[in-house]
């Protein structure tokens, strides 16, 4: 099971961080991935990080955005800087195991998806 949180309204340049609580599978076995969906639009890829792998970035998102996984709580974190207008969307934690790197930006390819959690980016 996975739990998002963290979304809200931020003026443009501003931060924030979500975070993605999992349980119910043992979590250093876990790989997982951000995905975010804008009206109108197709869910697309924003970031991922395996078990023994550097973290994967889309190419709107290198540099602004960083994955980051914290055993102690279980949890995966997005902290997105820099956000600007065309962040906003629903943005999905995603988990999964076994997978390989090249199938990690195709949403399909995740069995486990969290509620989504809101992230509004105001000009």
């Known amino acids: 099971q996975l739990q998002a949180s963290g979304g809200g309204l931020v003026q443009a340049g501003g931060s924030l961080k979500l975070s993605c609580a999992a349980s119910?599978?043992?979590?250093?076995?876990?790989?997982f991935g951000w995905f975010r969906q804008a009206p109108g639009k197709e869910r697309e890829f924003v970031a991922a990080i395996k078990r023994f792998a550097s973290p994967t970035y889309s190419d709107s998102t290198k540099g602004r955005f960083s994955i980051s996984k914290d055993h102690a709580k279980s949890t995966v974190n997005l902290q997105m800087n820099a956000l600007r207008p065309e962040d906003t969307a629903i943005y999905y934690c995603?988990?999964?195991?076994?997978?390989?790197?090249?199938?990690?930006?195709?949403?399909?390819?995740?069995?486990?998806w969290g509620q989504g959690t809101l992230v509004t980016v105001s000009s």
């Open positions: 119910g599978t043992p979590f250093s076995t876990l790989s």
């Open positions: 995603a988990a999964g195991t076994n997978l390989i790197t090249s199938s990690l930006r195709g949403y399909n390819n995740w069995p486990y």
